[in-house]
């Protein structure tokens, strides 16, 4: 018989109501209005976005690395395993109960990652961290943007705070010669693919896993 669902924590934010769910031992959910933002049961696509886009700049001296969403962690926890013991990532989370929940309950899930001593965990925007970087060298070796809604049709194609032409551009100028730039997306975005191109990325997409629905990643190469 199937276990019912535990609301464990709710908190009121400015996009609505945030709950941390969970069922049995190691079965977690987090929610916004509802809607379920993370289930730790499907994950495949969370752990291909850190794990291709670290693996691709592992062999840098001391790689830094910002992630932006923390959600379980579990985009961290794949990043980490590809990176060196040298590495610094920095986590933007806007929410400071989620980083909360990954050092509580939802801890198991990731081996403790946040208290991984090559990892930061900022309350903020990721959009502004990005802004703030930049000429005459990029900060990063890689950025990936781990966040509930990716790009789609529907995206605005120039102001997009994260998928825009002005975004990717801010963007592309925060990474280093030949950084990436890796997003997860509910599925593919043919404008979003054109405007990376534009901007001077070299971009590979990954469909991870085999049946039912896949959500895509974009791993693109800052190559102009």
Not at 19 to 39: A, H, K, P, T, Y
Not at 168 to 196: H, Y
Request: glycine share 10%; net charge positive.
């Amino acid at each position: 018989m199937t276990q019912p669902w535990q609301t464990l924590e709710t908190i009121n934010t400015p996009d609505g109501a945030l709950e941390l769910r969970r069922r049995g031992n190691s079965d977690f959910l987090i929610l916004i209005n509802g809607r379920v933002l993370m289930n730790s049961q499907a994950n495949r696509s969370e752990l291909a976005l850190g794990a291709a886009a670290c693996a691709a700049v592992s062999g840098r001296p001391r790689p830094r690395v910002l992630i932006g969403g923390l959600g379980m962690g579990l985009t961290l926890r794949a990043a980490l395993d590809a990176l060196p013991a040298d590495a610094q990532v920095v986590v933007a989370e806007l929410n400071q109960v989620v980083a909360d929940w990954c050092r509580g309950p939802l801890a198991g899930l990731t081996s403790r990652a946040v208290d991984d001593p090559r990892v930061t965990v900022t309350i903020g925007n990721v959009a502004a961290i990005i802004a703030r970087q930049g000429k005459p060298t990029g900060n990063y070796d890689a950025i990936i943007i781990d966040l509930y809604e990716g790009p789609h049709a529907r995206t605005d194609s120039r102001n997009d705070p994260f998928y825009g032409s002005q975004a990717i551009a801010k963007t592309r100028e925060a990474l280093s010669v030949g950084g990436v730039f890796a997003v997860w997306g509910e599925n593919p975005d043919a404008g979003f693919e054109k405007r990376l191109t534009a901007a001077g990325f070299q971009i590979e997409r990954l469909r991870p896993g085999k049946g039912g629905f896949r959500h895509v990643v974009y791993v693109a190469k800052k190559v102009k």
